[in-house]
């Protein structure tokens, strides 16, 4: 027994020291960092005029993320599991795709629609709309790198539930939208809310896809992460790691949030 | 028999939706990708992905990540075990740690690593002593890799040893096998499926990995360039089809990856179903 709990302690202390190492270390100095100027210096970076654009920058693409995937996410979610028909597996499959996909190889393929090798490029030239190296191509490669998060939380639970009550309500001449909001709805909130954190973090830290579509142009198109990489390149790291501290700050919420939706929904299930 | 299928409604509206997004947000662009690359031509590709410094692109690419995603299939495993298994002050704490790498953004990741493991940082100090480069070699990389990687193996493995039924262990423990064995011959070979999973999304996810490694690479050709950089600096030079030719491969190495386990596990369950 005495050996037992030997193997016990050392496999505990080897998984947090590899937690503390890989994760919590960085955490601090992100604080230490940030704060090696004083608190003025912090909060002059994070309040002068470029990193307030990159904030909102962020904000947007990422509210539009969220608004658009968890529409996307709702409806294909409700589509692969209320209903068989052919190709749904393929189609499943097609969803899941931008996961294997780099986010630089994902802001590349805006680079080839919109960019000027694109058969669309003189049509969108006349008009002046600009997308790429602009505000629309960083909205839409957030989009493309989150677009899978929130179907992928709701499929399982959407699958468990099975179709019974959707089925009895349909024959009992429910229409669709209150079938989802009486029935469905209900059962799949937890796991819509997370499928949203999640979405929500990836999107406000999106960095490869955003960098190839953005062009680099300072106070535009930059988003947070973005700004980080220009103030880090030009060694002005207590600003970079300021405007860090904002993301590691939305990060540990988002954390918290994933933790109390998981409990709640455990709860719920032990209830029942 | 297609109506009796269809009792709930909103089947066509969910499938108009669902293929309308997808095809604007992601089959146009791909197809364009796609019909961009195909007019390069096969000499223009070949002159492109063989050449030397972008072989070595992929080299370090995919071994670092592969690196990377064994270190995790190992802590990946024990922190499993530790969560599930073991009750202590802070258990809570730890695993809600776990998803940090997902909530993280990559680039606040890139940056705090880099200085944690430069010459004078914290972590970078203790191997400068031991003469060994941390930041801006494969070794950073590697650490930056292994961050991204580790809630993979976890998570997978996790709810599937919590869930294990406790029968095996119990009769192989009053037949007197050590912990050690009943671990290796009956837990683990249980284990080994969502181990895998969680190793081949860590090593897809590294080999096409920027933001977290671009800061602690370092950058320098023929030693630490990494596949996806190469791409930005053949974008930079305005090379597209240079850059489309490096993604292209890039792209086939993942999915390789994913195929390869994916086609592994199958042959398990067959053999495993024959077996039982």
């Known amino acids: 027994m005495k050996k037992d709990k030997l193997v016990r302690i050392s496999l505990i202390f080897l998984a947090v020291s590899f937690i503390f190492i890989m994760l919590v270390l960085p955490l601090l100095l992100v604080a230490k960092e940030a704060l090696a100027k004083g608190f003025a210096v912090y909060a002059n970076s994070l309040t002068e005029g470029i990193a307030v654009k990159a904030m909102i920058l962020t904000l947007e693409a990422t509210v539009a993320a969220v608004l658009f995937n968890t529409i996307f996410g709702v409806a294909s979610a409700w589509l692969l599991t209320k209903y068989d028909f052919k190709g749904k597996t393929f189609l499943a499959s097609i969803i899941d795709l931008p996961f294997a996909i780099s ?12 960019g000027r090798m694109s058969p669309l490029y003189p049509f969108l030239q006349a008009e002046h709309i600009k997308i790429v190296f602009a505000i629309p191509g960083i909205i839409l490669a957030t989009i493309f790198v989150t677009l899978p998060f ?27 939208f209150t079938i989802f909001r009486k029935i469905t709805l209900p059962n799949i909130k937890w796991a819509l ?23 680099h142009i300072r106070g535009k198109t930059n988003t947070l992460p973005l700004h980080i990489e220009i103030l880090y390149n030009e060694y002005n790291f207590t600003a970079a790691f300021a405007v860090a501290s904002v993301l590691v700050i939305f990060a540990i919420i988002i954390l918290i949030v994933r933790n109390y939706i998981e409990w709640r929904s455990k709860k719920k299930i032990s209830a029942v | 028999m297609a109506a009796s299928k269809k009792i709930i409604p909103g089947f066509r509206f969910s499938l108009g939706i669902t293929m309308f997004y997808l095809s604007l947000l992601f089959i146009i662009p791909m197809l364009a990708f796609i019909l961009y690359s195909s007019g390069m031509g096969m000499d223009k590709f070949i002159s492109v992905v063989t050449d030397e410094r972008i072989l070595h692109g992929y080299y370090v690419s995919f071994l670092c990540a592969f690196v990377a995603a064994a270190v995790n299939g190992f802590f990946g495993i024990i922190l499993s075990w530790v969560l599930v298994r073991y009750d202590f002050p802070g258990r809570k704490i730890l695993d809600g740690l776990i998803d940090l790498p997902f909530a993280l953004p990559t680039a606040v990741a890139g940056i705090a690593l880099t200085t944690l493991y430069a010459e004078t940082g914290w972590l970078g100090q ?43 262990e119990e009769a192989a423990r009053l037949f007197g096998a050590s912990e050690f064995t009943i671990f290796k011959k009956v837990i683990f070979p249980e284990l080994l499926n969502p181990l895998l999973t969680g190793f081949a999304l860590a090593f897809a996810r590294g080999i096409g990995e920027y933001g977290s490694v671009v800061f602690i690479a370092g950058n320098t050709p023929f030693e630490t360039e990494i596949a996806p950089l190469l791409i930005m600096t053949k974008l930079e030079q305005f090379d597209y089809e240079g850059a489309a030719a490096v993604a292209i491969v890039m792209m086939l190495l993942s999915f390789m990856v994913l195929l390869t386990i994916n086609g592994y596990q199958r042959y398990r369950l067959k053999k495993e179903g024959i077996a039982v």
Do not use: W
């Open chain 1, 103 to 114: 986010p630089v190889v994902a802001g590349l393929f805006f680079i080839m629609l919109f």
């Open chain 2, 126 to 168: 203790i191997f400068h002593e031991l003469g060994i480069k941390s930041a801006f070699s494969p070794l950073g990389i590697t650490i930056a890799l292994i961050f991204v990687g580790i809630p993979f193996v976890t998570r997978n493995v996790q709810p599937v040893l919590r869930d294990l039924q406790p029968e095996a």
């Open chain 1, 193 to 215: 809310l997370y499928g949203v954190t999640l979405c929500t973090a990836r999107a406000m830290g999106e960095f490869g896809a955003v960098s190839v579509v953005s062009g």
């Open chain 1, 150 to 176: 929130i179907t992928r939380e709701l499929v399982p639970v959407m699958e468990a539930q099975g179709r019974d009550e959707e089925e009895a309500a349909a024959s009992m001449g429910a229409d669709g």
